[in-house]
């Protein structure tokens, strides 16, 4: 029945449809870019990377912050490597804190700040108390099981930024484990709280 339809007209209904934020089924779960896609993109400076693994995050969000700077935080050595190999100046730095490598490399808001950490986010925010301050939004892989004593699973890492003055407006990449397909991760995005999105309590 697809098919009868002139293409043309295809492109028409499918623009129409993702501007008002359906997805098409073909489509499939929502990804970084139906994300960004959704809303207007909030000003951002200076993106951090915080578990930038081997850069393939980075490739995607250069697409829309192309003038932005750059830090990426890698601690695992096994990763830097294919960083390395995309990056011309690679940064390795001993532990420290967000706030500190933002100072120490001169950088500044707004802020777009993700985080790939399993589970050691709020000792990370905890070090980035004055980035937190001006970002416009955070991007972070929750959990639904707790992977270690201390770690936050997704509706609690919810309620701490939101006592920070962050909410969630969006999730992508959804994963299920194999073992028994339970729902296992997510990627969240956060933007301040005081954002007119949470203005309205309804849905239309």
């Known amino acids: 029945m697809l098919e009868l339809v002139p293409k043309p007209v295809r492109r028409i209904a499918r623009r129409w449809i993702e501007r008002r934020?359906?997805?098409?089924?073909?489509?499939?779960?929502?990804?970084?870019?139906i994300v960004m896609r959704r809303r207007s993109l909030p000003s951002v400076q200076t993106v951090?990377?915080?578990?930038?693994?081997?850069?393939?995050?980075?490739?995607e969000v250069m697409r829309?912050?192309?003038a932005a700077r750059y830090l990426l935080i890698e601690a695992q050595e096994r990763a830097q490597a294919?960083?390395?190999a995309y990056l011309k100046n690679n940064i390795v730095v001993p532990m420290e804190t967000v706030d500190g490598l933002v100072?120490?490399?001169?950088l500044s808001g707004p802020f777009l700040l993700k985080l790939d950490t399993h589970g050691f986010e709020v000792a990370i925010f905890e070090?980035?108390?004055?980035?937190?301050a001006n970002c416009t939004m955070l991007i972070?892989?929750?959990y639904n099981f707790t992977l270690c004593p201390g770690c936050l699973r997704f509706h609690e890492l919810c309620a701490y930024l939101e006592e920070h003055g962050f909410r969630c407006v969006d999730v992508f990449d959804t994963m299920v484990r194999p073992r028994d397909q339970a729902f296992w991760q997510m990627d969240m995005v956060f933007i301040p709280a005081s954002e007119p999105v949470f203005q309205v309590a309804e849905f239309r």
């Open 103 to 106: 100072r120490k490399h001169g």
């Open 127 to 132: 070090g980035a108390v004055e980035t937190l």
């Open 48 to 59: 951090i990377d915080v578990g930038a693994s081997d850069g393939r995050w980075l490739r």
């Open 140 to 142: 972070v892989e929750a």
């Open 64 to 66: 829309y912050y192309p």
């Open 82 to 84: 294919s960083l390395t």
């Open 21 to 33: 934020s359906f997805i098409p089924p073909s489509q499939g779960p929502a990804n970084i870019h």
